[in-house]
T-cell receptor
């Protein structure tokens, strides 16, 4: 079967760093995505990895290891507005996205 | 960047009526659009893949006659919830794939919150 696993909830402190992990097992792989979703809103794109390694984009970085079926999203200098759900999604062999259940990130002052 | 617009953002209807939700790609042509449903505190659930000029592909467990999808043009897909019931109340979101095939990025509409009384 196909599945995407990520923690249900994480808590971090404003100004700190947090890493959200995602492991996957899918039939086929055409890239891994991270999306941010605030409550009641549609997801917004954060990153896309298709090759192994780290992609850095401002305060956010995403890492991929295809051999391990593993990715993480790294958020630095956390701000209160970063409180949201973070969705990991894998594009399978048919180019459709397979979604994780999302990680709710709570930022405390 | 590419933008996807969804309308209406909120709709309240009586049980038994039908509701149509539109999804438009504003500055690019989308041969494929996706329709999702999201329950509170849960991830997106793919309902169907909308293909321009042909029938939509529905995911297992999604009723085709209940959720009618029409992709009449390269910039418009519609989802019609027929004979809506309270259990159909949910957040419906559409998306379209970026024209840049290499990026694979999906652009999402704003979402439509349906409440069936």
């Amino acid at each position: 079967g196909q599945n995407i696993d990520q923690p249900t909830e994480m808590t971090a402190t404003e100004g700190a760093i947090v890493q959200i992990n995602c492991t996957y097992q899918t039939s086929g792989f055409n890239g891994l995505f991270w999306y941010q979703q605030h409550a009641g809103e549609a997801p917004t794109f954060l990153s896309y990895n298709v090759l192994d390694g780290l992609e850095e984009k401002g305060r956010f970085s995403s890492f991929l290891s295809r051999s391990k079926g593993y990715s993480y999203l790294l958020l630095k200098e956390l701000q209160m507005k970063d409180s949201a759900s973070y969705l990991c999604a894998v594009m399978g062999s048919n180019y459709q996205l397979i979604w994780g259940a999302g990680t709710k990130l709570i930022i405390k002052p | 960047g590419a933008v996807v617009s969804q309308h209406p953002s909120r709709v309240i209807c009586k049980s038994g009526t039908s509701v149509k939700i539109e999804c438009r790609s504003l500055d690019f042509q989308a041969t494929t659009m996706f329709w999702y449903r999201q329950f509170p505190k849960q991830s997106l659930m793919l309902m169907a893949t909308s293909n321009e000029g042909s029938k939509a592909t529905y995911e297992q467990g999604v009723e085709k006659d209940k959720f009618l999808i029409n992709h009449a043009s390269l910039t418009l897909s519609t989802l019609t919830v027929t004979s809506a019931h309270p259990e159909d109340s949910s957040f419906y979101i559409c998306s379209a794939r970026s024209p840049d095939r290499d990026s694979g990025e999906l652009f999402f509409g704003e979402g439509s919150r349906l409440t069936v009384l």
